[in-house]
């Protein structure tokens, strides 16, 4: 279980009841992740493009529980470099203040904008790897809406040492809007899947 929290007064979103079970995998994924790649590489670095606050609200109950952004804050193999990417300014000025709060003297790098037009301010903000210091980075991607994640952000990303662990929104997105991302002229997942031959495949298959 994740601890809860007292509330600090900043903006907290309110989530359902799943995102707590998620919360855990993911921190588990970084912490195993940061610790096995600790004497391998000489610069390990957290990239979280949809940050958001740090903590959330569970519906129903009212707990406040920590996100992945704090969660990934809270391993014993912190990574070297954290960088948090939001569109909502508000909500990446509150996680900023918590998560100094947590560590004030960590190397943090806070990006606001939809992720997709700001690609060269965060591979700015990696840490690039030479042969005389390595560097590794672990990017969380978890979209809200498959329309905020195009392919081409995580192909240009992908020309560092990146691994990647992203979360699709198949159900809670893609399935209830099945009819209007399918629709003739609609480019969602055009830009999601970084192709347009998906039609043909999804006809052949669905």
Request: glycine share 6%.
């Amino acid at each position: 279980m994740l601890p809860q929290l007292q509330d600090d007064g900043l903006l907290t979103p309110e989530v359902g009841p799943w995102a707590e079970r998620k919360y855990r995998l993911v921190s588990n994924y970084a912490r195993t992740f940061a610790t096995g790649m600790k004497d391998k590489w000489d610069c390990r670095a957290y990239v979280d493009l949809f940050a958001g606050t740090g903590r959330s609200r569970i519906k129903d109950t009212g707990a406040i529980i920590p996100a992945s952004p704090i969660l990934a804050l809270d391993i014993p193999d912190r990574f070297d470099r954290y960088i948090f990417c939001d569109i909502n300014k508000a909500a990446l000025e509150a996680l900023e203040t918590r998560v100094k709060r947590i560590e004030p003297s960590g190397d943090y790098r806070f990006i606001v904008g939809d992720i997709n037009q700001s690609t060269e301010k965060i591979l700015a903000a990696m840490p690039q790897g030479s042969r005389e210091r390595t560097a590794l980075t672990f990017c969380l991607v978890d979209p809200f809406d498959i329309q905020n994640l195009h392919f081409d952000t995580i192909r240009a990303m992908a020309q560092r040492y990146v691994d990647f662990l992203v979360l699709i929104p198949s159900y809670m997105d893609a399935h209830r809007n099945e009819a209007v991302y399918t629709s003739c002229g609609n480019k969602v997942l055009d830009l999601f899947l970084g192709n347009t031959r998906w039609r043909s495949h999804w006809e052949r298959e669905k």
